[in-house]
């Protein structure tokens, strides 16, 4: 039997793979705002909030007839607004529309060095992210703009994607995110519920466990980020936490916000807590310590009654990564222990 390349592959051999600038592909992104491209007002005002990443959305948050004049619009806000500290994002329609390429073509061109990412909605297999890639690096190129700088976020929405997910995660240097789209999902599969990320009646345990988990461990084999889709009872700050939260203590890195007063309970519950992020910068210290000369070259060492090794200070990277990503402080620091 022939064995074939992968998309990834095949788009490596052509030497049309963007190359790896220097770009944080994993940026804060604890809270995700959702803007639709059409609305000039809520554009304006998007710029305000403490959002980590706004995506302005040629999607499903605009009317057809509106998509065209939307993309103009984008562009104009990319260029002439003030996005400081936000990842800016636009998302743009899946590729079985007749918008795409336009989509992609009008927004790069037209803001191409005021974005940071593409979203790709309903990405299915590889070569939908493949297709994406060339088209960007080819606008780029042709822009004079620098090359693979541009990131893709991908979002699984139907049962063909999160069978293919972890292709799709490997399928461009340029990826950044997976993103779960739970609303299109659940209709795909049937799901017995009109409340999106709610559970549905009847099932006993959590219906999204195993979805949340397929799109993290792809993601996290990858070295991307994992974010969770939106919770669209947007009064309900407190059903937002509850969600929120069990994607957080899965290990997701954010969650999607429809509506400002979802945007601090994002960024408060994908942070840790202070207490937690002192926790950790202080294995750290002590860690750094005890393997170095003057700490006696020792692999495992005491802070306090806990016995800390080399597993420790991966688990406390993270918190702390995740602690310096959102701004947080130090009220602790690290002292030597008397000999």
């Given at each position: 039997m022939t064995a074939h390349p992968s998309p990834a592959a095949t788009l490596a051999a052509s030497g049309s793979a963007a190359p790896l600038p220097a770009v944080d592909r994993l940026?804060?992104?604890?809270s995700c705002l959702a803007v639709p491209g059409s609305?000039?007002?809520?554009?304006?005002?998007?710029?305000?909030?403490?959002?980590?990443?706004?995506?302005?959305?040629?999607?499903?948050?605009?009317?057809?007839?509106?998509?065209?004049e939307a993309r103009h619009t984008i562009v104009k806000f990319l260029n002439e607004g003030d996005w400081t500290g936000k990842t800016r994002v636009v998302r743009v329609n899946d590729w079985t529309t007749e918008w795409t390429y336009r989509d992609v073509v009008?927004?790069?061109?037209?803001?191409?060095?005021?974005?940071?990412?593409?979203?790709?909605?309903?990405?299915?297999?590889?070569?939908?992210?493949?297709?994406l890639d060339l088209l960007l690096t080819q606008i780029e190129k042709t822009m004079g703009f620098e090359?693979?700088?541009?990131?893709?976020?991908a979002q699984i929405e139907n049962a063909q994607g999160l069978n293919n997910v972890n292709e799709i995660a490997q399928a461009s240097p340029r990826i950044e995110t997976i993103i779960f789209g739970p609303a299109d999902f659940m209709a795909s599969i049937n799901m017995k519920s009109l409340v999106v990320g709610e559970q549905p009646p009847g099932y006993p345990a959590d219906a999204y466990h195993y979805i949340?988990?397929?799109?993290?461990?792809?993601?996290?084999?990858?070295?991307?980020?994992?974010?969770?889709?939106?919770?669209l009872q947007i009064r309900n700050v407190d059903g937002f936490r509850e969600v929120a939260g069990q994607a957080a203590a899965l290990g997701?890195?954010?969650?999607?916000?429809?509506?400002?007063?979802?945007?601090?309970?994002?960024?408060?519950?994908?942070s840790p807590?202070?207490?937690?992020?002192?926790?950790?910068?202080?294995?750290?210290?002590?860690?750094?310590?005890?393997?170095?000369?003057?700490?006696?070259?020792?692999?495992?060492?005491m802070l306090g009654d806990e016995m800390?090794?080399?597993?420790?200070?991966?688990?406390?990277?993270?918190?702390?990564?995740?602690?310096?990503?959102?701004?947080?402080?130090?009220?602790?620091?690290?002292?030597?222990?008397?000999?």
């Amino acid at each position: 039997m022939t064995a074939h390349p992968s998309p990834a592959a095949t788009l490596a051999a052509s030497g049309s793979a963007a190359p790896l600038p220097a770009v944080d592909r994993l940026r804060p992104r604890r809270s995700c705002l959702a803007v639709p491209g059409s609305n000039p007002r809520f554009l304006e005002k998007a710029q305000g909030l403490p959002a980590d990443q706004v995506f302005l959305d040629l999607e499903d948050a605009c009317a057809p007839l509106a998509k065209p004049e939307a993309r103009h619009t984008i562009v104009k806000f990319l260029n002439e607004g003030d996005w400081t500290g936000k990842t800016r994002v636009v998302r743009v329609n899946d590729w079985t529309t007749e918008w795409t390429y336009r989509d992609v073509v009008t927004v790069v061109e037209g803001a191409g060095p005021n974005l940071d990412c593409i979203m790709l909605p309903k990405v299915q297999d590889a070569r939908q992210i493949v297709a994406l890639d060339l088209l960007l690096t080819q606008i780029e190129k042709t822009m004079g703009f620098e090359v693979g700088r541009i990131g893709i976020e991908a979002q699984i929405e139907n049962a063909q994607g999160l069978n293919n997910v972890n292709e799709i995660a490997q399928a461009s240097p340029r990826i950044e995110t997976i993103i779960f789209g739970p609303a299109d999902f659940m209709a795909s599969i049937n799901m017995k519920s009109l409340v999106v990320g709610e559970q549905p009646p009847g099932y006993p345990a959590d219906a999204y466990h195993y979805i949340l988990m397929k799109i993290l461990m792809a993601a996290r084999a990858n070295n991307l980020q994992a974010i969770d889709g939106p919770y669209l009872q947007i009064r309900n700050v407190d059903g937002f936490r509850e969600v929120a939260g069990q994607a957080a203590a899965l290990g997701f890195d954010g969650k999607w916000v429809l509506h400002p007063g979802q945007v601090d309970a994002a960024n408060e519950v994908f942070s840790p807590s202070q207490e937690d992020y002192d926790h950790a910068e202080l294995i750290l210290d002590a860690y750094e310590y005890c393997t170095s000369e003057a700490g006696g070259k020792k692999g495992s060492a005491m802070l306090g009654d806990e016995m800390i090794d080399e597993a420790s200070r991966k688990m406390a990277l993270v918190i702390a990564g995740k602690g310096r990503a959102a701004g947080m402080q130090r009220t602790s620091s690290f002292e030597i222990p008397e000999a």
